[in-house]
């Protein structure tokens, strides 16, 4: 007999996660043939692309190749572009995979399953706005992150030069203040203390200009009042400039203009603003919702197809209260754990379980400066507020935690003592 074919698409911090529980528990002994198909060749946790968009971290220490992954942990990888499916006959189709040139590296294939896992994640939503696609930079994958850095590095290069500055100070423009965009914004600070300490450039904090702009009356929308006042006060402090109330019209070369009729100029833009799911989900033939996610039962299968599961960013999955399940990291988490137990009572014809979303809190990071947040106590679901060191430490323990997942303890044990010692024998920020 067969084993089960068991395909997980997109390998995202979730999707990883669950491929390596998986392939240990079933690829290892045979009891189950398990695929995870990416696009791209690497992993890194989605968080942390705004460290990779300074140079704080360096991807290509900490990304993890998907083929040798696999390979220790039993299960098997494709690269490959969702772009079709086929749910009578249970095949995927894949786009063909191209070089950097253009040309045709994989062909275009089709892949068979019998429990499909969508885990595609989300994509930035620059909600139509005219000018975005050509003048802003995007964090939604390590390319675009390293792209921001080459942009970012060959600015503060050209600003070395007083004939070629544009403006008095370096102005960066970032649309969005959710996570990514506050996060940023302090990094950009960090940097460019860090280029000036390494003699990359003359230029100190003093001469850079950060406008964080957000539609919303405060900054980070979603989190309680006491994070947005502390927050909103560490970034001003630092010397971002906060626009809140203020929707962007469209983009420029080299401007913002917003509602109000202001025209901001800038010489970097990164727009952060919004996220919503993969257009392609349009063309799979699932029920969605009006941000395009597919629905999904509470057991997260898709309310089309008991043998389709989606979870992460991707997926609309109700909770009791009337409530979806919000997209943010520990979301894919939890959910990755839930539907690994049910993928399990699956195969052994068992009852597949509701996922019940427990929200732990929330910590923002602002660089080396500051770490702010809450994190949830117990059932009573009250929140306990942390900051500085004891909140830098709780941030740090998150990605702590995802190594863990798809390394094993030992190993992340390893990858601890090791980051310890490049903070000694290597750059603080990746210079190159």
């Not at 006491?226 to 971002?240: D, K, P, Q, S, Y």
């Not at 004891?390 to 995802?402: E, Q």
């Not at 997942?405 to 990858?415: E, N, R, V």
Request: glycine share 8%; with cysteine.
């Amino acid at each position: 007999m067969n084993s089960t074919r068991i395909v997980v698409v997109g390998g995202g911090a979730g999707g990883l996660e669950l491929v390596t529980r998986l392939g240990r528990r079933l690829g290892r002994r045979g009891k189950a043939d398990i695929t995870l198909i990416d696009r791209n060749t690497t992993h890194i946790w989605k968080p942390l692309l705004h460290e990779v968009a300074t140079g704080a971290l360096d991807s290509s220490i900490d990304e993890i190749s998907y083929q040798s992954h696999a390979q220790l942990n039993g299960y098997r990888f494709q690269r490959g572009t969702l772009e079709g499916l086929d749910r009578e006959t249970r095949q995927l189709r894949l786009a063909p995979v191209l070089d950097d040139y253009g040309q045709e590296v994989l062909p275009a294939r089709t892949l068979d399953y019998d429990l499909l896992v969508l885990a595609l994640g989300s994509v930035s939503n620059d909600f139509g706005t005219p000018g975005v696609a050509e003048h802003c930079h995007f964090l939604d994958s390590p390319a675009q992150a390293e792209a921001f850095r080459h942009d970012m590095l060959n600015t503060f290069l050209r600003y070395s030069d007083p004939e070629r500055r544009q403006h008095p100070r370096l102005t960066v423009g970032i649309v969005g203040a959710g996570a990514t965009g506050v996060e940023l914004s302090a990094e950009l600070y960090d940097a460019s203390r860090m280029l000036h300490s390494y003699g990359f450039t003359e230029m100190d904090s003093r001469n850079l200009e950060v406008h964080l702009i957000e539609a919303a009356p405060d900054v980070l929308p979603a989190l309680p009042e006491r994070i947005r006042g502390a927050v909103r006060t560490e970034l001003e402090r630092l010397g971002v400039q906060v626009h809140t109330g203020t929707r962007v019209v469209c983009v420029e070369e080299g401007a913002i203009v917003t509602a109000d009729e202001q025209r901001i100029e800038t010489d970097l833009n990164v727009w952060a603003a919004g996220i919503k799911a993969p257009d392609m989900l349009r063309e799979l033939g699932l029920t969605l919702d009006r941000n395009q996610r597919i629905k999904v039962e509470p057991t997260l299968q898709s309310v089309d197809d008991p043998n389709i599961f989606v979870f992460g960013d991707c997926a609309s999955c109700p909770q009791p209260d009337g409530s979806v399940v919000p997209p943010r990291a520990q979301a894919a988490h939890q959910q990755a754990q839930r539907l690994y137990k049910n993928l399990l009572a699956r195969l052994d014809n068992g009852m597949l379980k509701p996922f019940r979303y427990r929200d732990r809190g929330s910590l923002i990071s602002l660089a080396h400066f500051e770490a702010i947040g809450s994190l949830m106590r117990g059932a009573s679901a009250r929140s306990l507020f942390i900051e500085g060191r004891l909140a830098k430490f709780f941030y740090a323990s998150l990605y702590r935690m995802h190594q863990r997942a798809i390394h094993g303890t030992a190993k992340t044990a390893l990858i601890l003592l090791s980051d310890g010692l490049n903070r000694f024998i290597r750059p603080r920020m990746k210079l190159h």
